[in-house]
């Protein structure tokens, strides 16, 4: 009898990058020429979706997208790694999330974002997507979105027995909102928070944040509610804290090439290392081999690394 494939469900949002390459960026007023034009789906939802894909589980996607040709890109390259669009909402009034970006001969960049359909996701969507939460094994949830939603989405959750994992981003805001950096207090109830270092201090009201003080920041984080902080501070590593014990994860050693989609894989691997029951310890250390391998080429979906390739970035660590 084949194992049951670990389920994860994953809410968050949703753009199409496109890129123009071009010999200099343009300032106010002037208009150039580009010399290619390329896009793609990307964003924490569809990336974070297609790492625990990747790595073996069955993935939803929470999410909205608009109407119109970018809204068949996402769905063609999720349907590529197998995640569900079952609950890919269609906000019939806008349209699909957009980054535009310009990269120069010098490789600079420079990028505009419109959150569009990701501003229309609502909890009676969450609702509506009800028995993806009972059914999963982990729940990963980026804060990139409307409070309500993400609110409503832990509380769903948590209602089913499910472990969320949080990655705590700004959420995007309704007009005139008050509070801008302050979360909905439902993510503090998080089984984990998976903020960097910049996010944790902000969150606390740390005016220090480096590696010295980040236990006493996520130490911070569990006294707030949450079960377990995972503080990601780049190469240099992760801080472990929960009601136990505080440890220090150490970073791989890989040649940086793109840091684009680091954060999304390392939060992709770690739900699927904790929805197949992983202890937390080992699942950061099968994250942060996931997060170093997307680092190592260009792009975003692209660049995402297979549970293979995790574990033999693993298993080469282990015997140097």
């Known amino acids: 009898m084949p194992a049951r494939m670990p389920k994860v469900v994953v809410v968050g949002a949703t753009y199409v990058d496109m890129v123009v390459k071009c010999n200099q960026i343009p300032i106010p007023g002037e208009s150039l020429t580009g010399s290619s034009l390329s896009y793609t789906a990307t964003g924490p939802g569809i990336n974070q979706a297609v790492q625990a894909a990747l790595c073996g589980c069955e993935v939803h996607l929470i999410s909205k997208i608009g109407t119109g040709p970018f809204a068949q890109t996402v769905k063609t390259v999720l349907d590529q790694f197998s995640v569900s669009t079952e609950y ?26 419109c959150d569009a359909a990701n501003t229309a996701l609502l909890p009676h969507d969450i609702d509506a997507a009800d028995d993806s939460f009972a059914h999963a094994d982990i729940c990963l949830i980026h804060g990139h979105l409307p409070k309500p939603a993400v609110a409503k989405a832990i509380l769903c959750a948590k209602l089913h027995g ?9 959420a995007i805001e309704a007009p005139n909102a008050k509070n801008e950096d302050a979360l909905p207090p439902e993510c503090f109830s998080a089984d984990i928070l998976i903020p960097n270092l910049y996010e944790a201090a902000l969150i606390t009201d740390r005016s220090t944040a480096n590696i010295r003080t980040a236990k ?40 940086l090439v793109d840091s684009t989609g680091t954060g999304d894989a390392f939060a992709g691997a770690l739900a699927a290392a904790c929805a197949v029951g992983d202890d937390l310890r080992d699942a950061v250390k099968f994250a942060s081999a996931a997060g170093a391998l997307a680092c190592a080429k260009f792009g975003s979906v692209e660049a995402l690394p297979s549970k293979a390739d995790i574990i033999e970035l693993l298993q080469k660590e282990a015997t140097e």
Not at 232 to 252: E, L, Q, W, Y
């Open 88 to 113: 890919l909402l269609t906000a019939t009034a806008k349209n699909t999330g957009i980054v535009v970006t310009m990269v120069n001969a010098e490789g600079e960049n420079a990028s505009l974002t």
């Open 162 to 170: 499910t472990k969320v994992i949080f990655d705590p981003a700004g």
């Open 216 to 255: 006493l920041i996520a130490s911070d984080l569990i006294a707030r509610g949450a079960g377990a902080a995972v503080i990601t501070m780049g190469k240099r590593g992760c801080m472990v804290v929960d009601r136990k014990s505080a440890d220090h994860i150490p970073t791989f050693l890989i040649d």
